[in-house]
């Protein structure tokens, strides 16, 4: 079996997570854009953020940092697992659907 990408894992954990009746979205994080051949920088946002944030349907917050195998996570994305842990919420860092359904 080949290795799956880290858009194909995001899939698989969404598609889950929807299932399960959680409240999700997939966030796009790049913190910029090309418009008319320009590059345009978002003002706002969260360096580091989360690629799935979601709301278990108990009202718990849940951020998970998706990898696939040999990804290397940054020190941001780090930091903003942390935060999240730090206030109560459920932060995972996962290369696999398993990775997910052992935390939750």
Not at 2 to 16: C, V
Request: with cysteine; net charge positive; glycine share 8%.
């Amino acid at each position: 079996m080949k290795d799956l990408s880290e858009q194909d894992i995001q899939k698989i954990i969404i598609d889950y997570l929807r299932i399960k009746r959680y409240v999700v979205f997939k966030h796009h994080s790049t913190g910029s854009t090309v418009r008319e051949g320009k590059a345009v920088f978002f003002k706002y946002g969260e360096k580091g953020i989360s690629d799935i944030i979601a709301c278990s349907p108990k009202g718990t917050f849940v951020a998970i940092e998706v990898k696939k195998k040999g990804g290397k996570t940054s020190p941001e994305q780090l930091d903003f697992l942390a935060r999240v842990k730090a206030c109560g919420g459920i932060a995972i860092l996962a290369h696999s659907l398993d990775e997910v359904l052992a935390v939750i």
